[in-house]
Nanobody, 120 residues
Framework: QVQLVESGGGLVQAGGSLRLSCAAS????????MGWFRQAPGKQRELVAT???????NYADSVKGRFTISRDNAKNAVYLQINSLKPEDTAVYYC??????????????WGQGTQVTVSS
């Protein structure tokens, strides 16, 4: 009923930048908070950033000042601008969205993930 698809990952040298994109589609009535998570090999999935439907943003301390989350409600999309990449940022990045469907239920949906690899 609802799908989220990420894009924009890749292999980048330390200090470089990437812009991740995520678009939701399907039986969408309303999208509330959207966010980005990441999971490094052998590590727990961690919250990177969130953005509310009104534009309020929150960031993990480890990315504050380097990452910027934004959204385009008309496109049902959320973005993550990543600057000054560090090797520690290497992970699979997942977008998420709390979505109310046209059938009335609200759930958190996940994208398939996009790999970000930062070389030293």
């Amino acid at each position: 009923q609802v799908q989220l698809v990420e894009s924009g990952g890749g292999l980048v040298q330390a200090g470089g930048s990437l812009r991740l994109s995520c678009a939701a589609s399907g039986s969408i009535f309303s999208i509330y908070v959207m966010g980005w998570f990441r999971q490094a090999p052998g590590k727990q999935r961690e919250l990177v950033a969130t953005i509310s439907s009104g534009g309020s943003k929150n960031y993990a301390d480890s990315v504050k000042g380097r990452f910027t989350i934004s959204r385009d409600n008309a496109k049902n999309a959320v973005y993550l601008q990543i600057n000054s990449l560090k090797p520690e940022d290497t992970a699979v990045y997942y977008c998420s969205a709390d979505i109310q469907t046209i059938f009335g239920g609200t759930n958190k949906y996940w994208g398939q993930g996009t790999q970000v690899t930062v070389s030293s």
